[in-house]
Every structure is written in C-alpha cells, then in structure tokens.
C-alpha cells in the first residue's frame, strides 16, 4: 500500500491557498474597493478557480491513493502556466505591446426605443483591457498577477518535480 506523502499534501494545500488568496483578491478589489474587472480581468479568475478545486480534490484523492499528488500537482502546474499566460497577455495589453478588441468594444445595440437604448447602454460594462485598473509601484496588478502566476509554477514545478524522482524539494 502507497505510503501517504506530506510533501505532496503540503503542496497541494499551498496551491489550493494560494488560489483562494488570488480569487479573494480580485473579488475584494472588485466589490470592497469599487475596481470593475474588464474581460481578460474575469478570465484571469478561472486558472485560479479551476487550481483550487484540482487542488483541493488532489488532497482527498491522495489521502486514499498517494501516488495520485503528481498528478494533481501537473494539473495545477498546466493551470498555473495558462494563468501566467493570460496575465502576460494581459500586461501586454495594457502596456500596448499588442491590440485586443474583444473586451474594449460595445456590443450592438438592439433596443427599439430611446429608453430602452439608454438602458441597454448604462447596462453595458464600459471596462477597457488597456487601461490599468490600479499600480502597485508603478506597475499594474496584471504585472503582479503574472509574477505571482509564474512564482506559483515555478514552485509547483519544484514540488512535482521533487515527488517524480523522490526527491525531498
């Protein structure tokens, strides 16, 4: 019978905290600090979401089943990969290294009378991707988010690693 690993658990618990810290963070700039997410901000949020629940199904899987953690642990570091991705995007975006159209444009209007116009207008997000919501030293959050992201691949990285070969990371 496979013998449970701690270091393994102990991974998988840092992802799945450090995934409920970074969608606890964008929430909070959102709804306590007033900061509107624009379209790349809300798909910045699913890699976080979708780590913390691998996450978080690794540690009840491999408490039965310790081969199980690696796997687990490639699945976050794929997630973790994919976030550093989209926040470099992002980054880029904002920096105007490169366009992206699709969260900066209004959807066509459909509405019939001038009422419904202005309603379907003032119900509109009006959140550019090229715009910074906030700095942090003089860098946007998407720059941190991205640093934060490639941290966490890095470490996963190092852990899985570490239980690939046997090797205490």
């Known amino acids: 019978m496979p013998v449970f690993q701690p270091r393994a658990a102990l991974a998988l618990a840092l992802v799945f905290l450090a995934s409920v810290a970074a969608l606890a963070s964008a ?12 379209v ?5 949020r699913v ?15 491999a408490a039965r089943r310790p081969n199980l953690a690696p796997l687990f642990l490639g699945f976050c570091l794929v997630l973790f990969v ?15 290294w490169w366009a992206f159209a699709e ?3 209004v959807a ?3 509405a019939a009378t001038p009422e419904e116009v202005l309603a379907q207008i003032l119900a509109t997000p009006q959140v550019p991707c090229d ?20 941290g966490l691949s890095l470490l996963t990285g190092f852990f899985l690693l570490g239980s690939r070969f046997g090797k205490r990371p």
């Open 40 to 44: 790349l901000c809300i798909w910045q």
């Open 108 to 110: 066509p209007l459909t």
């Open 103 to 105: 969260g900066c444009t």
């Open 82 to 96: 994919a976030e550093f991705g989209l926040a470099f995007f992002h980054f880029g975006v904002e920096q105007h």
């Open 27 to 38: 929430l909070a700039a959102q709804f306590v600090f007033g900061i509107p997410p624009c």
């Open 131 to 150: 715009v910074p919501g906030w700095m942090l030293l003089g860098l946007s959050v998407t720059f941190w988010n991205a640093l934060f992201a490639a």
């Open 47 to 61: 890699p976080y979401a979708l780590a913390g629940l691998v996450a978080l199904v690794g540690l009840v899987a």
